[in-house]
């Protein structure tokens, strides 16, 4: 099974980290988020990648072009820099890894119909590149394969950005929650899909609006409750949150 990872917007909330690279590409203890989001499938089993880039295609493709160079001693003729020998293995010389420029103004439906070709006849995960959960992949995909539908989608809880104030009617606070987790179910992907989803996208498609809105009316789309964590990438402040989560040694993705 592959690992669709969508890794091409803009990352305008972000902009502090995004004005020269992907927000995908920007690091959590020294490695880019989108490799961690990769690391914690990839020792669960999921060892081929196609990642959809967009925005600044160019520093993804970099990355993944001199992964070894960054990860490996080697030796190289500085004449003939087409015969460098690499010395060893990294942790992660069993990924396979496609890198598709799928556009920089490309939606998220778009991308995942433009990477069909990439993907052939088959079950595959899709994700977005900003988003880390410690996902059981066995749990997720025993879930999809009960059901017997088109498609997975991952739900959590979310939780307020704010405190709750509990009032009695006196006006005299009974008790203050700190962001505690709010009613309903958000989607933040770790989807499923099966290759009959393309049907439902074009390469002009938004895939939160119209594909998965249509694949709920036809009965066609589940959701797995996540009720572990779930940490998205979209300001500074989180980028912030999931590097000190990193440093304390107790970053809840981590399995490796």
């Not at 709010?182 to 002009?204: S, T």
């Not at 989560?245 to 399995?255: I, M, Y």
Request: include cysteine.
């Amino acid at each position: 099974m592959k690992a669709v990872l969508l890794a091409g917007g803009l990352g305008t909330r972000l902009r502090e980290e995004t004005e020269f690279r992907p927000k995908p590409m920007v690091e959590v203890g020294g490695r880019p988020v989108l490799w961690h989001i990769m690391k914690l499938l990839g020792q669960q089993g999921l060892k081929e990648f196609v990642v959809c880039a967009g925005y600044k295609s160019e520093y993804i493709k970099n990355y993944f072009w001199n992964y070894s160079a960054m990860n490996q001693d080697f030796t190289i003729k500085l004449g003939d820099q087409t015969n460098a020998s690499f010395h060893g293995a990294h942790d992660e010389s069993d990924w396979t890894v496609t890198v598709a420029d799928t556009g920089a103004t490309t939606m998220t439906g778009g991308r995942v119909k433009r990477v069909q070709k990439h993907v052939a006849n088959e079950t595959f995960l899709c994700t977005y590149g900003d988003g880390i959960a410690d996902i059981n992949l066995d749990e997720l995909l025993a879930f999809h394969r009960s059901h017997g539908r088109l498609a997975t989608v991952t739900s959590v809880h979310p939780t307020s950005r704010f405190g709750v104030l509990e009032i009695g009617e006196d006006g005299i606070v009974r008790r203050f929650k700190e962001k505690p987790q709010v009613e309903g179910w958000i989607n933040i992907g770790y989807f499923i899909f099966e290759p009959g989803v393309f049907e439902y996208l074009d390469e002009g498609s938004v895939l939160e609006q119209d594909p998965l809105h249509r694949l709920a009316r036809d009965g066609q789309l589940a959701a797995y409750r996540h009720e572990g964590f779930w940490q998205p990438m979209d300001t500074y402040r989180e980028t912030l949150l999931l590097n000190e989560l990193w440093d304390s040694g107790e970053a809840p993705w981590r399995n490796w």
